[in-house]
Nanobody
Framework: VQLQAFGGGVVQAGNSLRLSCAAS?????TAWFRQAPGKEREFVAA??????????VDSVKGRFTISRDRDNTKNAVCLQMNSLKPEDTAVYYC????????????????????WGQGTEVTVSS
């Protein structure tokens, strides 16, 4: 599976960005992770195809929304990011698995075998 992530950019705090992750084939689970300078990679959001439930890290709940793109030909998953904060600044990576991860492993990066190249998001104060 090949993943291509795009949509990053530089925005001011309070504004929005929409990230997209296009996959070369249908995936069972797709997630977004991010890595800020000097920090470890952290889970941001995930969606499972099996039941279409969504999962978020607490710091983005109510601000970010992960969803499957209505254009199914691209097998795309989007991350709508609203009310962005400077602490959201990071390189965002999309990750995918062919099978749908079990609930307890949705936030574990080891559940995802395929990773995109990352797209940079910078939020200025």
């Amino acid at each position: 599976v090949q993943l291509q992530a795009f949509g990053g950019g530089v925005v001011q705090a309070g504004n929005s960005l929409r990230l997209s992750c296009a996959a070369s084939e249908r995936t069972g689970g797709t997630a977004w992770f991010r890595q800020a300078p000097g920090k470890e990679r952290e889970f941001v959001a995930a969606i499972r195809r099996s039941i279409s439930n969504t999962y978020y890290v607490d710091s983005v709940k109510g601000r970010f929304t992960i969803s499957r793109d209505r254009d199914n030909t691209k097998n795309a998953v989007c991350l709508q990011m609203n009310s962005l904060k400077p602490e959201d600044t990071a390189v965002y990576y999309c990750a995918a698995s062919l099978s749908s991860p079990i609930l307890s492993a949705v936030r574990d990066p080891r559940s995802y075998s395929y990773w995109g190249q990352g797209t940079e998001v910078t939020v200025s104060s």
